[in-house]
């Protein structure tokens, strides 16, 4: 059977039937539910029933435990009336909402159970009467006669009270009985009722799915294969199914499609290689710039690359001052990048009118299409033909901050897209990365630099300062057939050792060298001449000293391994003596600290300030060799009211004596000696430690 109706009508159909089964079900389920919560209420009226006849017995029983606590141990009514009292109203009002109560479902039940809670409330009226009689009797002192009648009436009427509640509870309990055995009918009901839906529900279903299979899933398989051979990059024509309905529609939708991609596939393609060559060109140009560690080789690579690669007009890159706040160029291309780099041109950074500054504030790309529609388009007289430009901000990934601003221009309207917005970016974050890198090794070779200048002055310093202490500076080796060299000689052979960077074959001439045999037939010139191999001792870059190698006569033929030789010899000689002075130094540096920490040791253990004072001017004194050692206890500017001055005696005398003034008293322990008193004022010529 084929259905000339189209697939909403066929959808419609089918929910229509969905609807009538869901219908049917919510019907029963609500009759269901209906009868069900009926029954539930019933249930719950009779467990508040149960409840409320269980919280009147307690409290009956509350009642009755206080007044045989009270007859028990013979209360006073006046202190345990008021407590009763209160548990008598609130069992009074308990009887009271029970008979308020509707007990029972049935209307002969019902009625039955409303004349048993009469009876209860007149029984519990009796009970309360009994209990007034009894605190009567108490008041009154009968105790014996309050036990009786708690024993004889009271425990009578009670006994009658809890049978009419037993009664009570017996008809409310066969009523819930009752309601359970309809609960039971109802749901049998239910159930056959749910099954006959339920087999509705089938049959409607399998209507539904085999109509279904036939006039849409089979269709739709058909489309889908369809659709699958273009999924596969197979764009030959399609044939439309003959459906007049959706499904044909989409059929002939697809069919379009299938022309549609067969042709735009051959262009994209082509769009896709493009990209992939300009990716691969950041990738490239990456590469290159981690490698330029010098910033301005490094940014005027960048826009080299970037106009030649992706064939822009103009492309150059600003540098922020953060200092002055403004956006200088730091490289451009052709000649009007090298106009605006030498005029230092710059852009302020809040400038209003510059696409530049405008990225560089928002950390965004900023991009105009065409540049003379946008209003805050800065206009450069050196680049009249500029159409579109794009501006994108160069940030620190590390630091979240603006290094600078990379910026491209087209000669033409709409010269850039969302590609070259990507590309762009990516590469301005490997620039970036780049100018950090430069930074950081300029920084780097900067720090280096100075630390070497500073190690070879401290050297120099040091050996100059070695070279004053030495009792010579110039030492000389000679063979026993050697002639003598002149001054002339060595200093000739200095000079040109220390302008040497490595040990080198020179030649000495000099008339005034004395040698002891000369051969006849040896010409004056060759006479006056010699070989010598000169050697700077170098350290850290600073020369020390220097070795000179005279030979004798015409002397042996020197080679390069002789050279070598010496080489090795300088290295190892300039080494050994720059260990051998830092050792000293080391031992020098150890010898004060351990002088200054037995001087230190001796003036901890003084017990008084006078002691220590004495102890540390005697030691400086002795440390430092002075004659004589003055210190002044003051905490301003003003004359001190306490001084100490220590002088040291002659060499006969050598015990120092300590003076003290100030207060007109003498402390020392020895007298001074006469016409050697201690200075008066620390400006005394004498050496003093103050």
Do not use: C
Not at 593 to 615: A, G, H, L, V, Y
Not at 664 to 687: C, K
């Amino acid at each position: 059977m084929k259905l000339n109706i189209s697939l909403r009508q066929r959808i419609a159909f089918g929910f229509f039937l969905i609807v009538v089964v869901v219908f049917l079900t919510v019907a029963v389920g609500i009759w269901s539910t209906l009868s069900l919560q009926g029954v539930i209420n019933i249930l719950n009226a009779n467990v508040d029933q149960i409840e409320a006849i269980a919280e009147m017995e307690e409290s009956w029983q509350d009642v009755a435990s206080t007044v045989d606590n009270m007859l028990l141990f013979k209360q006073s009514a006046a202190l345990v009336r008021p407590r009763l009292d209160r548990q008598v109203e609130l069992f009074q009002t308990q009887l009271t909402t029970l008979n308020t109560m509707t007990l029972g479902q049935r209307a002969d039940m019902t009625a039955e159970n409303q004349q048993i809670a009469a009876e209860l409330q007149q029984k519990g009226q009796e009970l309360v009467d009994s209990i007034h009689t009894i605190g009567e009797l108490t008041v009154q002192g009968r105790w014996a006669s309050a036990q009786i009648y708690r024993q004889n009436q009271m425990s009578t009427e009670q006994y009658q009270f809890d049978r009419i509640v037993d009664r009570l509870r017996a008809n409310i309990r066969a009523e819930v009985e009752f309601s359970v055995e309809q609960t039971r009918g109802r749901q049998n009901t239910t159930q056959i009722l749910w099954a006959m839906a339920a087999i509705f529900a089938v049959g409607v279903a399998v209507t539904s799915a085999v109509l279904v299979d036939r006039s849409i899933t089979r269709p739709v398989y058909q489309l889908i294969e369809q659709v699958e051979r273009v999924t596969h990059r197979n764009f030959s024509p399609i044939t439309p199914m003959p459906q007049q309905d959706e499904i044909g529609a989409l059929s002939r939708a697809v069919a379009l499609m299938t022309d549609w991609l067969r042709e735009s596939y051959s262009t994209l393609e082509d769009q896709v290689s493009a990209r992939t060559e300009r990716l691969e060109l950041v990738a490239r140009l990456s590469g290159q710039l981690s490698a330029i560690l010098n910033l301005e080789d490094l940014l005027d690579e960048v826009v080299n690359q970037v106009r030649d690669s992706f064939g822009y007009y103009h492309a150059h890159i600003y540098l922020l001052n953060v200092e002055e706040n403004k956006l200088i160029v730091a490289a451009g291309t052709g000649s009007a990048g090298d106009t605006m780099k030498v005029q230092g041109h710059n852009i302020p950074v809040n400038a209003p009118t510059s696409l530049v500054a405008r990225a560089a504030r928002s950390r965004k790309i900023v991009y105009a299409s065409d540049v003379r529609q946008a209003e805050d388009w800065l206009p450069n007289p050196l680049l009249p033909d500029t159409a579109s430009e794009m501006a994108v901000p160069i940030i620190q990934a590390a630091t979240e901050s603006v290094v600078g601003v990379l910026d491209v221009q087209q000669n033409r309207i709409g010269g850039f897209d969302e590609g070259d917005a990507g590309l762009l970016r990516s590469l301005a974050n490997h620039v970036a990365v780049a100018i950090n890198n430069a930074r950081l090794f300029e920084q780097v070779e900067t720090a280096l630099q100075d630390a070497h200048e500073a190690q070879a002055r401290y050297t120099e310093q040091a050996w100059e300062r070695i070279k004053s202490t030495l009792s010579a500076t110039d030492y000389h080796y000679a063979r026993t057939d050697a002639g003598l060299l002149s001054p002339p000689e060595i200093q000739q052979a200095r000079e040109q050792a220390f302008t040497k960077s490595g040990p080198q074959l020179i030649s000495i001439n000099n008339d005034e060298r004395a040698a002891p045999s000369t051969p006849a037939d040896v010409p004056g010139e060759a006479q006056n001449a010699h070989q010598a191999m000169v050697a700077p001792v170098t350290l850290h870059n600073k020369q020390i000293g220097n070795i000179q190698l005279h030979a004798a006569g015409s002397g042996p033929d020197w080679t390069e391994d002789d050279l070598a030789i010496l080489t090795a010899v300088v290295e190892e000689l300039a080494q050994t003596a720059e260990n051998l002075r830092l050792f000293d130094e080391t031992q020098q540096r150890a010898g004060r600290e351990q002088t200054t920490r037995q001087i230190i040791e001796k003036m901890r253990s003084s017990p008084d300030i006078e002691s220590i004072i004495n102890t540390g001017l005697k030691e400086l004194s002795s440390v430092l060799n002075t004659d004589r050692v003055y210190v002044r206890l003051s905490a301003r500017a003003e004359p001190a009211n306490f001084d100490l001055n220590l002088q040291t005696k002659s060499s006969a005398d050598s015990s120092p004596a300590l003076f003290a003034n100030g207060d007109n008293q003498n402390r020392s322990n020895t007298s001074p000696r006469p016409g050697n008193s201690a200075p008066d004022s620390p400006s005394d010529d004498s050496r003093r430690a103050e």
